[in-house]
């Protein structure tokens, strides 16, 4: 049967372990003094809209919490804060811990208690008088305000991904206790923290990284969702066989049930080509060309490299076919962005500690970084990503995260109203870019923001 929006019961008060019988909609927001631990405010009964995000262009988890602040509102704890405003009250003065609690339809819960709490990051007034005030909590992740307390001053040698795992576990960087799926990379980078933040860090690894297709393709995301950390490859998001389709829906016109195979209907979608010819050429989506110079042999290369070559036999395109171009505009040179590097052999070799110097010396003639296998592969990949986009609203499903895959399904335009005919040019595999969890005290809903890096439906939507 077609999932309906169904109203969510009204938030009430009160929290407890093993509630996820009490349907859709908000449970719980529970504020935390940051000067006095033991006293709290539940604001629940209060929430106009909870509104939760996950991106893959997104370091931590975001959430906009919007209350009405009546000045009548508890503290858990007591004390002076009884029958004042919770701003005033607790006092909300920023970095406060935020319990939240939401669940869907569909049985689905996002718990964000002790272990995985969120924090205030602002929180303004929106509207005051002289009895209430609407308040709006800009909360995100623990993680993104320690990551402004934190500095990586060290060296690093190895592979990148055990650069990432230390960062995000060492005490004296980011020291999560989060789950982390962190994806193992092919290759090494020697680097120096330079007192950067754990952030750029890890951003910057991203860009370097290549995975197993390692000379053909490169590139990875680091993001949260629910469910953890992530560090993940273009390749292994756009896999058929390793990000399996979580979920299918369809959007059509039709009242009656959703067709067999799909788990749910969308309620109103739109699809863009995000292929913009003369930006695609500048950016070198398509073909880059590499010269580089080795300072120590002092050898001088020209590298070209071309998409539809590098991919040719990987199973790495979500579509069937990349954007196709017009033999007129193309010249023999394929390439339209051209990429200059100074390599930089014998920079930090392996071999860092005491009595490690000969081990050095044997590697003084290495490449750090593999600029020629990695760097452009990494730009065409990053720019061929966004090549569609999709946007749907569905029924509020908690199960969805950033980084998922989902199948996607919209007629074909055509004269006859009554077509059933799917698309073939828009329809099939896509990846959630961008989710939005859209909560009421009457309704529940998801936005999904779905990318992928080619056109034409491969697949099908009953396969998992």
Same mark, same amino acid.
Request: aromatic share 10%; glycine share 8%; hydrophobic share 30%.
């Given at each position: 049967m077609a999932n309906k929006v169904l109203n969510s019961r009204q938030a009430v008060p009160g929290f407890a372990e093993g509630e996820g019988e009490l349907g859709a909609g908000i449970k719980k927001v529970e504020i935390v003094s940051n000067s006095d631990p033991s006293r709290s405010a539940e604001v629940t009964n209060g929430v106009v809209? @909870?509104?939760?995000?996950?991106?893959?262009?997104?370091?931590t988890l975001r959430a906009t919490v919007t209350f009405t602040d009546s000045g009548n509102t508890p503290s858990e704890g007591g004390g002076d804060g009884l029958g004042k405003s919770v701003k005033e009250g607790l006092p909300i003065d920023g970095e406060e811990t935020v319990y939240i609690s939401i669940a869907d339809n569909n049985g689905n819960s996002l718990d964000f208690k002790k272990e995985n709490p969120f924090v205030v990051n602002t929180a303004p007034n929106l509207s005051d008088d002289t009895t209430k005030s609407v308040v709006q909590l800009d909360l995100a992740s623990a993680e993104f305000l320690v990551n402004e307390n934190s500095r990586v001053n060290v060296r690093f040698d190895g592979k990148i991904s055990d650069h990432v795992k230390r960062i995000f576990e060492d005490p004296n960087f980011l020291n999560t206790e989060k789950e982390l799926d962190i994806e193992e990379t092919s290759n090494n980078y020697n680097f120096i923290g330079n007192n950067k933040k754990p952030f750029y860090w890890l951003n910057k690894l991203s860009q370097k990284s290549a995975g197993e297709h390692y000379e053909k393709s490169a590139g990875f995301f680091?993001?949260? $969702?629910?469910?953890?950390?992530?560090?993940?490859?273009?390749? $292994? @998001?756009l896999s058929k066989d390793k990000n399996k389709p979580k979920k299918s829906f369809i959007y059509n016109q039709s009242p009656t049930d959703v067709p067999a195979g799909y788990d749910g209907k969308a309620l109103d979608y739109k699809f863009e080509n995000k292929v913009n010819a003369q930006k695609k050429y500048a950016v070198g989506s398509s073909a880059t060309k590499l010269k580089s110079f080795n300072p120590f042999s002092a050898a001088y290369n020209v590298i070209d490299s071309v998409a539809d070559t590098l991919i040719e036999g990987l199973d790495v395109l979500a579509g069937g076919r990349l954007p196709s171009h017009n033999k007129l505009i193309q010249k023999v040179d394929l390439a339209t962005r051209t990429t200059f590097s100074f390599l930089d052999p014998g920079t930090l070799p392996s071999g860092n500690g005491f009595g490690k110097t000969q081990e050095q010396l044997k590697k003084s003639g290495d490449q750090n970084f593999n600029t020629e296998q990695i760097l452009n592969q990494s730009i065409m990949r990053y720019n061929q990503l966004f090549s569609a986009k999709v946007t749907i609203t569905i029924p509020g499903d908690f199960s969805l995260h950033a980084g998922d895959a989902i199948f996607v399904d919209a007629p074909e335009l055509q004269s006859n109203t009554k077509n059933d005919e799917v698309s073939k040019e828009s329809g099939g595999l896509y990846i959630i870019a961008d989710l939005c969890h859209f909560i009421t005290p009457k309704q529940t809903l998801t936005k999904l923001n779905l990318v992928r890096d080619s056109f034409g439906r491969t697949g099908n939507h009953t396969q998992r």
């Amino acid at each position: 049967m077609a999932n309906k929006v169904l109203n969510s019961r009204q938030a009430v008060p009160g929290f407890a372990e093993g509630e996820g019988e009490l349907g859709a909609g908000i449970k719980k927001v529970e504020i935390v003094s940051n000067s006095d631990p033991s006293r709290s405010a539940e604001v629940t009964n209060g929430v106009v809209q @909870l509104l939760y995000y996950e991106s893959i262009l997104q370091d931590t988890l975001r959430a906009t919490v919007t209350f009405t602040d009546s000045g009548n509102t508890p503290s858990e704890g007591g004390g002076d804060g009884l029958g004042k405003s919770v701003k005033e009250g607790l006092p909300i003065d920023g970095e406060e811990t935020v319990y939240i609690s939401i669940a869907d339809n569909n049985g689905n819960s996002l718990d964000f208690k002790k272990e995985n709490p969120f924090v205030v990051n602002t929180a303004p007034n929106l509207s005051d008088d002289t009895t209430k005030s609407v308040v709006q909590l800009d909360l995100a992740s623990a993680e993104f305000l320690v990551n402004e307390n934190s500095r990586v001053n060290v060296r690093f040698d190895g592979k990148i991904s055990d650069h990432v795992k230390r960062i995000f576990e060492d005490p004296n960087f980011l020291n999560t206790e989060k789950e982390l799926d962190i994806e193992e990379t092919s290759n090494n980078y020697n680097f120096i923290g330079n007192n950067k933040k754990p952030f750029y860090w890890l951003n910057k690894l991203s860009q370097k990284s290549a995975g197993e297709h390692y000379e053909k393709s490169a590139g990875f995301f680091f993001f949260e $969702t629910y469910e953890g950390f992530k560090f993940k490859s273009i390749d $292994t @998001l756009l896999s058929k066989d390793k990000n399996k389709p979580k979920k299918s829906f369809i959007y059509n016109q039709s009242p009656t049930d959703v067709p067999a195979g799909y788990d749910g209907k969308a309620l109103d979608y739109k699809f863009e080509n995000k292929v913009n010819a003369q930006k695609k050429y500048a950016v070198g989506s398509s073909a880059t060309k590499l010269k580089s110079f080795n300072p120590f042999s002092a050898a001088y290369n020209v590298i070209d490299s071309v998409a539809d070559t590098l991919i040719e036999g990987l199973d790495v395109l979500a579509g069937g076919r990349l954007p196709s171009h017009n033999k007129l505009i193309q010249k023999v040179d394929l390439a339209t962005r051209t990429t200059f590097s100074f390599l930089d052999p014998g920079t930090l070799p392996s071999g860092n500690g005491f009595g490690k110097t000969q081990e050095q010396l044997k590697k003084s003639g290495d490449q750090n970084f593999n600029t020629e296998q990695i760097l452009n592969q990494s730009i065409m990949r990053y720019n061929q990503l966004f090549s569609a986009k999709v946007t749907i609203t569905i029924p509020g499903d908690f199960s969805l995260h950033a980084g998922d895959a989902i199948f996607v399904d919209a007629p074909e335009l055509q004269s006859n109203t009554k077509n059933d005919e799917v698309s073939k040019e828009s329809g099939g595999l896509y990846i959630i870019a961008d989710l939005c969890h859209f909560i009421t005290p009457k309704q529940t809903l998801t936005k999904l923001n779905l990318v992928r890096d080619s056109f034409g439906r491969t697949g099908n939507h009953t396969q998992r």
